[in-house]
């Protein structure tokens, strides 16, 4: 299925709550309002033609210029060999988005590396600890405005 | 812990332990002999490439994709290659696709062969590891002829490849393909079709597609569950349209469809297959550029893209954001095993410790890939 032609079908599911559809990219994403992602992922994965079985990757990115933090969802089809991206915007002081881990239980570990690296904070997730980093790690190394610090414990780094 | 975890013992495996296959820490609450859960620790060689990414220019990341899948240096080279490639809208001459294909297939042999000993010595049979390491010296002579070095390639550049192969190689390489069934044979009479070890291997963690798919499985741990599923096949890439070979796929000869044996052996098949395209590349080859005119500085339009490419270990995927500038606005790595090992915790309740250790062998994890 065209990624337009799917675009078109969450739009007449969901109204309001899909906002864009960008072409430009590759594969081409839709832009969905940050509270309806895991609705928006359940029927993407259930849906009729659909059938988005896996989740290629998840990645959080930092959008410190416009002051936001965006999480993007790759998805994929093996049944209908179809992809699309997804995309949310969050608040950069505050990011939090649903958990899609009910959907596909491998997000756990791309929503624990977000959490990590970038600080998302996944709601509803089911064991939301750092996985890369030790556990008391400060800050957040991808973001853009991170500090490295000096020392950790008795090490100069 | 609450009471009734109290008579469940916890124990690390690891971050040392040869059968972890690198840094691996797994935290083990076992009733006896038997396992009731397993949590992964990982991050030991977490050595923050995405955040290195941002700080150097594109070509200059190449090398730093060596030290992802150190077993499968070119294919990884490749798909980084490829993203940038996809970026810049570059078009790759002929004859460097065709090296590529030669080398990422050599690659994904000398990878299986490690997968195929080191999991046989995880079974505790040791001469097979030492049978895999010696072909694989001959893959790594042939690399070591074509760039000059033998873990990280560098090879595979943006826009082509590092230099053009020098004389002899390509008989080198012939010679190889001549030597190399008369061992798969071998290894099969050796250990594939033991006794001993289809009994220790077969029906042991038996993965469904459709666990498969929620966890994003890929590479031969994929096909292995029964799934027709290969890059090089459904989006071909390079010049994989004009080969002829077959994708293998599990079909649970020694138990059900999916298990460790059926794991084992998709490796076994698809070396097989690489010698196959192998042997078509080097009859392909035909004078031409080795590489693309590329410009010394990069610096690709504003835009993003995502691209995959399949792996020895499965499907290595790059998220790569350019604001115009010529560093990497983000890059995002898709680690193949990262994916793999996150299913662990699943497949690992309820079976015996030495389960464990087939379990983890099988799955041909690699743990720089999975800390980044």
């Not at chain 1, 239980?105 to 996985?131: C, K, M, Q, T």
């Not at chain 2, 040791?126 to 895999?132: E, K, M, Q, V």
């Not at chain 2, 550049?157 to 590092?162: E, L, P």
């Not at chain 2, 994003?216 to 459904?234: C, H, Q, V």
């Amino acid at each position: 299925m065209e990624p337009k032609k799917i675009y078109g079908i969450l739009s007449e599911k969901f109204g309001g709550k899909i906002k864009q559809f960008i072409e430009s990219t590759l594969p081409p994403s839709v832009l969905v309002e940050t509270g309806a992602i895991a609705d928006v992922c359940r029927f993407l994965k259930e849906g009729d033609g659909l059938d988005f079985t896996s989740l290629m990757c998840l990645s959080g990115v930092d959008l410190k210029e416009q002051g936001k933090m965006a999480v993007v969802y790759h998805l994929h089809s093996m049944k209908q060999k179809h992809k699309i991206t997804i995309k949310v915007e969050l608040d950069r002081n505050n990011p939090h988005v649903q958990t899609v881990e009910q959907v596909w239980p491998g997000a756990n570990w791309y929503e624990r590396e977000a959490y990590d690296l970038l600080g998302i904070v996944f709601d509803g997730h089911s064991d939301l600890r750092r996985i890369l980093l030790p556990e008391d790690w400060e800050g957040h190394p991808l973001r853009k405005d991170y500090v490295y610090p000096k020392r950790y414990h008795t090490w100069d780094v | 812990m609450t009471k009734a975890d109290e008579k469940f013992m916890q124990v690390n495996m690891g971050p040392q332990h040869p059968s972890t296959h690198g840094v691996l820490r797994l935290l083990v609450t076992t009733d006896g002999e038997v396992l009731s859960g397993v949590k992964p620790y990982i991050g030991y060689l977490h050595r923050a490439l995405e955040k290195i990414a941002e700080r150097v220019t594109y070509p200059q990341f190449t090398p730093f994709t060596d030290r992802l899948d150190y077993l499968a240096s070119m294919n990884c080279n490749l798909a980084y290659a490829m993203t940038v490639e996809k970026l810049l809208n570059i078009e790759v001459p002929r004859r460097a696709q065709i090296l590529r294909v030669i080398m990422a297939e050599l690659n994904r042999i000398s990878s299986h062969l490690i997968a195929f000993g080191s999991f046989s010595s995880d079974m505790g049979a040791f001469t097979p590891f030492l049978f895999g390491i010696r072909e694989r010296e001959f893959i790594n002579d042939l690399f070591e002829i074509a760039c000059g070095a033998r873990l990280t390639y560098n090879y595979i550049r943006i826009g082509g490849v590092s230099k053009d192969i020098p004389g002899g190689f390509i008989e080198k390489t012939r010679e190889f393909l001549d030597y190399f069934p008369a061992k798969i044979k071998e290894y099969n009479e050796l250990l594939s079709y033991n006794a001993i070890f289809i009994k220790r291997l077969a029906n042991i963690a038996v993965i469904s597609p459709d666990d498969a798919f929620d966890y994003g499985i890929t590479g031969p741990n994929l096909r292995a569950s029964g799934i027709k599923w290969d890059l090089r096949r459904e989006e071909p890439y390079l010049i994989y349209n004009e080969l002829d070979f077959d994708v293998p796929v599990g079909k649970g000869e020694m138990g059900k469809t999916g298990d460790a044996w059926d794991r084992y052996m998709m490796r076994i098949y698809e070396m097989e297959q690489s010698a196959k395209i192998v042997r078509q590349c080097l009859d392909l080859l035909a004078p031409g550029d080795y590489t693309a005119k590329v410009s010394k500085v990069l610096k690709p339009p504003a835009g993003e893209v995502y691209v995959r490419a399949e792996n020895p270990r499965g499907e290595l995927g790059f998220y790569l954001i350019s604001d115009g500038s010529t560093k990497p606005y983000r890059l995002k790595i898709r680690a193949p095993s990262f994916a793999n090992l996150s299913i662990i915790p699943k497949l690992a309740r309820g079976v015996m410790i030495a389960d464990l250790i087939a379990i983890i062998g099988s799955m041909d994890i690699i743990l720089p890939e999975i800390d980044r």
